[in-house]
């Protein structure tokens, strides 16, 4: 059982689009992150939010906390083939154990 | 400067024989972890080291697995008696200190097939 969950799993879009990745759990977390990752390399962070019903901005990257704590959303405007990649969201299980979701793999095509 | 680095980047074994994966992580971080990443799923954590000491294995799937860091740097995931379940991509991550607030920066990963 995914502590974390993901949804979409996939997600092909066209240039230009919009689009939301969300993650969901039945836990509370003290703080929730997305990463992004290439193929053949480490996860890179992108974000971490930590206070409930909490919205940072990254360029054309919204990211959400809600209000609980149980579930974020990552939305994407005007989507490039640059964004393709697979994003993970994470959690803090104590300091430092961090738990993954299964990841949405994305592709913008151009 | 030099990131999260681990070697090698590929390892092809046999079952039944051991492997050693080496993480040399961003000098002066602390604290350093381990991920196991199947095909298709996000990473899954195995051990965390705070200095040399481990602290936290709990997510190590059993005994075959071993990890040590002498020296409170450079860190060796020990894998004995390798099955074919074990082959993945295992990941190296470091943070300059340890709590939520802290980064952890990932290596590149070594790639292990078990046959």
């Known amino acids: 059982t995914q502590l974390l969950e993901q949804s979409p799993q996939f997600l092909s879009i066209q240039e230009g689009e919009n689009l939301t990745v969300y993650c969901n759990s039945s836990?509370?977390?003290?703080?929730l992150q997305w990463y992004r990752q290439e193929p053949g390399e480490g996860p890179v962070l992108l974000v971490t939010?930590?206070?409930?019903?909490e919205v940072k901005k990254l360029k054309r990257l919204t990211f959400q906390f809600g209000d609980a704590r149980k579930d974020s959303s990552l939305h994407i405007t005007a989507a490039q083939p640059g964004d393709t990649g697979l994003y993970l969201c994470?959690?803090?299980?104590?300091?430092?154990?961090?738990?993954f979701g299964q990841g949405t793999r994305l592709t913008i095509n151009p | 400067g030099a990131g999260v680095s681990q070697t090698p980047s590929n390892k092809v074994t046999e079952k039944g024989k051991y492997v050693e994966l080496r993480c040399d992580p961003i000098?002066?971080?602390?604290?350093l972890y381990w991920y196991r990443q199947s095909l298709g799923q996000g990473p899954e954590f195995l051990i965390y080291?705070?200095?040399?000491?481990?602290?936290?294995d709990s997510g190590l799937p059993n005994d075959r697995f071993f990890a040590v860091r002498p020296e409170g740097s450079v860190s060796t995931l020990k894998i004995q008696r390798t099955e074919r379940g074990d082959s993945a991509v295992y990941l190296c991550?470091?943070?300059?200190?340890?709590?939520?607030?802290?980064?952890?920066?990932f290596g590149p990963g070594t790639r292990l097939l078990v046959l």
């Open positions: 000098s002066g971080h602390t604290a």
């Open positions: 991550a470091s943070s300059l200190g340890t709590g939520f607030r802290e980064t952890q920066y």
């Open positions: 939010v930590v206070t409930g019903g």
């Open positions: 994470a959690g803090h299980q104590g300091a430092q154990k961090l738990v």
């Open positions: 836990s509370v977390f003290s703080s």
């Open positions: 080291f705070q200095g040399t000491g481990a602290a936290d």
